[in-house]
């Protein structure tokens, strides 16, 4: 069986784990296995597999579909509703967000590289100006501001939040994006877990008596929050 052809490239990555697993993402395939095991297992290890991980590269090749494309003229999500990006002369290169648009200002088009770092310090600075708050007011709200070291942003590929054991709590800064509701419940999320460092249900007990619809706003990023990732 090992000399069959597989039907999709794999890249195979060992380690000291004791198990052998597969992991499909927009980077592709990997086969995660032990550092003693054999090419020849790990192929036919992808083999028996075959059939979920092409399942999984179809799901991934829909997915990719609805990624945002950071061009003039196609659109970008700003607290649940899409606005076009839209180009007009100006003496110096900005970038001004209004109630219809963004629009990019500047003596010429903007390069792509350009465009990268007028959309990233303009959302890094709106959630920063929007969540620290937002986080401090519910840390309070749920008696737990004394366990807060920080709030932190940076863009992470498969986490909008995550807290430390510290008390330091860090955003995607790309959650900006996403309806409000989503946003109260990602900093609710997060605050909570200051108190409980876990997803037991004491946790999700915690959650729901400071956001009645989580398990709304928790779909909402599982199945849209692909439609914010445009970096």
Request: proline share 5%; net charge positive; with cysteine.
């Amino acid at each position: 069986m090992a000399n069959a052809p597989c039907p999709f490239e794999y890249q195979v990555i060992r380690s000291k784990r004791k198990t052998a697993a597969i992991h499909v993402s927009a980077k592709g395939v990997q086969v995660r296995i032990p550092d003693y095991v054999s090419d020849e297992f790990a192929h036919d290890f992808v083999l028996k597999k075959a059939r979920w991980v092409q399942t999984k590269l179809a799901a991934q090749a829909e997915n990719n579909k609805l990624l945002p494309q950071l061009q003039l003229g196609e659109q970008l999500h700003w607290l649940g509703s899409p606005f076009p990006i839209v180009y007009s002369a100006g003496k110096k290169l900005k970038l001004i967000k209004d109630d219809q648009r963004f629009l990019v200002e500047g003596p010429k088009a903007p390069t792509q590289k350009q465009m990268m770092t007028l959309f990233s310090d303009y959302f890094k600075q709106q959630a920063k100006a929007y969540l620290v708050n937002e986080t401090l007011k519910q840390a309070q709200r749920m008696n737990l501001a004394h366990k807060l070291g920080s709030v932190t942003f940076r863009r992470t590929k498969s986490k909008w939040g995550h807290c430390t054991s510290k008390g330091v709590i860090q955003y995607n800064w790309l959650i900006m994006g996403a309806p409000e509701y989503v946003i109260q419940y990602l900093v609710v999320h997060e605050v909570a877990h200051l108190k409980y460092p876990h997803h037991q249900p004491n946790f999700w007990g915690l959650v729901e008596t400071y956001c009645r619809d989580y398990k709304k706003a928790n779909a909402w990023l599982k199945q849209q929050g692909i439609k914010l990732s445009w970096c």
